[in-house]
C-alpha cells in the first residue's frame, strides 16, 4: 500500500521549555501526522477510487468510496508508522529521513508503536462497519506485509527486497474492488500485477538518486550491489512487463483507458530505455526524473481507467460480442 517516495521537510516537534504550549501541541500534532507518511499514501488515491469505479462501472457511490478511503488511509497510515519504528535506526544514517519523527526523537518509539497499532485497529473497524470484512481482512494482511515480510525480513537482506517487497503496494486494487463487491475477480488481479510490475523500477530510479543513502544504511537496495547499467537494465524488463501487463485489461475497459495504456505505456517505456541508453554511453544520467515520469504514467493509466468507468463508456469486448 505503499512504496519509497521523496521525503518532504516535514516539522517535528520542538520541546524547547522557552515555546508556548500551542506551538508545543502543533509540532508534536505535526510530528505524528509525518509519522504516517502523508505523501506516500497518495498511491491509495491512484490507485482505489478507479478500481471502484471500475468494479461498479456507471454508478459513484461517494459514500462507499469515502469510507474505503478513510479505511484505507487508516491502515496505510499503521504500516508506514510501524515501518519507521522497525527503521528508526537506519533513518537516522540516511540524509533523506534524517528529519523524520523517530529519527529526530520527536516521538519516543513506544508511542509510535501504539500510534501504528491503533491506527491499524481503526482501519479494520471502519473497512469491517462500512465495507465489508474481505475489504478489512485484505487491509490487515498488507500492513502484516510490509511491516513483517518487506520491513523486517527483505528490506536489509536481499536487493530483491522490493520486487517482493512491493506487493504491499499493490494491494489498494484489491482492497477497492472487495470494498464494492464483496468478492475479487480477474481484473483487479491484473491491475494488482500492472503496479507489481511498476514498482522496481519506479523505486530503483529513486534509490539509484540516493544509493549512498542506501549504502550507508547498509541497505542491499539493487543500485548499492549493481551497476548502473545493470539496474536500468532490470529497470527496462520490469517496465515493459508492466505496460504488456496493462493491455490484459483493455477488453474489459473502454477507448479512454485503450488509448492511455498504449499511448502512456509507450511514452514511459521510451523512457526508461533512454536512461538504460544513457547509461551504456556513460552518460551522466537524472534517474530521479524518471521517478517522478513513473508517477505521471501509473496516474495517466488509472484516471483513464476511471473516465472510462464513470461514462460507462462501452467496453472493448463488447464491439465483438
Not at 511491516?147 to 536481499?158: F, M
Amino acid at each position: 500500500m505503499s512504496s519509497e517516495r521523496v521525503d518532504t521537510e516535514t516539522p517535528v516537534a520542538d520541546h524547547s521549555p522557552d515555546q508556548s504550549l500551542p506551538r508545543r501541541a502543533r509540532n508534536v500534532a505535526a510530528a505524528y501526522v509525518a509519522l504516517t507518511k502523508p505523501r506516500v499514501i497518495e498511491l491509495l488515491l491512484v490507485a482505489t477510487i478507479p478500481v471502484m469505479l471500475q468494479a461498479d462501472r456507471g454508478t459513484v457511490d461517494i459514500g462507499l468510496i469515502a469510507a474505503t478511503l478513510i479505511g484505507g488511509w487508516l491502515g496505510a497510515a499503521s504500516a508506514n508508522t510501524l515501518n519507521m519504528v522497525a527503521d528508526a535506526d537506519i533513518d537516522q544514517k540516511m540524509r533523506r529521513t534524517q528529519r523524520r519523527p523517530l529519527a529526530r526523537h520527536a516521538v519516543t518509539p513506544r508511542a509510535a508503536l501504539v500510534f501504528g497499532i491503533v491506527l491499524g485497529a481503526a482501519s479494520f473497524v471502519v473497512l469491517w462497519r462500512f465495507t465489508n470484512l474481505l475489504a478489512a481482512v485484505l487491509v490487515m494482511i498488507t500492513i502484516a506485509f510490509y511491516v513483517g515480510v518487506y520491513t523486517l525480513i527483505l528490506k536489509r537482506r536481499t536487493s530483491q527486497n522490493v520486487v517482493w517487497g512491493g506487493a504491499a503496494g499493490c494491494m489498494p486494487t484489491l482492497v477497492g474492488w472487495a470494498a464494492v463487491t464483496g468478492s475479487l475477480s480477474w481484473e483487479p488481479f491484473v491491475l494488482f500485477l500492472v503496479i507489481f510490475f511498476w514498482t522496481p523500477p519506479h523505486t530503483w530510479a529513486l534509490a539509484m538518486r540516493y544509493r549512498e543513502d542506501y549504502e550507508a544504511a547498509g541497505v542491499p537496495m539493487l543500485p548499492v550491489v549493481a551497476t548502473e547499467e545493470q539496474v536500468t537494465r532490470q529497470m527496462v524488463f520490469y517496465t515493459i512487463a508492466t505496460v504488456i501487463t496493462s493491455f490484459v485489461l483493455i477488453p474489459a475497459a473502454g477507448v479512454v483507458y485503450a488509448a492511455v495504456a498504449v499511448l502512456a505505456g509507450a511514452w514511459f517505456a521510451q523512457r526508461v530505455w533512454k536512461l538504460y541508453r544513457e547509461t551504456r554511453q556513460g552518460k551522466e544520467v537524472v534517474p530521479l526524473k524518471v521517478f517522478l515520469q513513473s508517477n505521471e504514467y501509473l496516474a495517466l493509466l488509472f484516471c483513464g481507467l476511471a473516465i472510462d468507468a464513470v461514462f460507462h463508456l462501452p467496453t472493448i469486448a463488447s464491439y465483438f460480442s
